[in-house]
């Protein structure tokens, strides 16, 4: 009879080393999540000469309105930063926005002669205003001394 062969050993595989863990990367912090309640404004509104006296003279919250217009650059600019502090101050600061040029009769009641200009008013009145752009450091300060 012929010689029965043998089947090869079968090596056992060579244990798999775990690669290292991946660094850790920086990630920026995750945006702050806001409950919805209608009743909060977090975005700046656009008033009229009809609407002004209800949405500003007579509002709860102590109002930031911003005299601009399309064809202004730095009003262009600042647009964002109060977009930004209306939600970041919503239900503390109302932000409304006065288009000078379609409302020339408001920003000569407010002696608005330059834009951009904000106006701050609280309980109807003045407490101040600033003209020119500025910047968010600057907005968040003008916001701040409104709510103490």
Partial sequence: PAPVEEPAPVEEPAPVEEPAPAPKIFSPPKPRLRAFNPTILTHPIDVTDSSFETEVLHSDLPVVVDFWASWCAPCRAMSPLLDEL???????????????????????????SNLPTIVLIRDGGIVTSVTGSRNKAALEKLFSDLVK
């Fill in 86 to 112: 209306a939600l970041d101050y919503a239900g503390k600061v109302k932000v409304v926005k006065v288009n000078a040029d379609a409302h020339p009769t408001l920003a000569a009641d407010y002696a608005v």
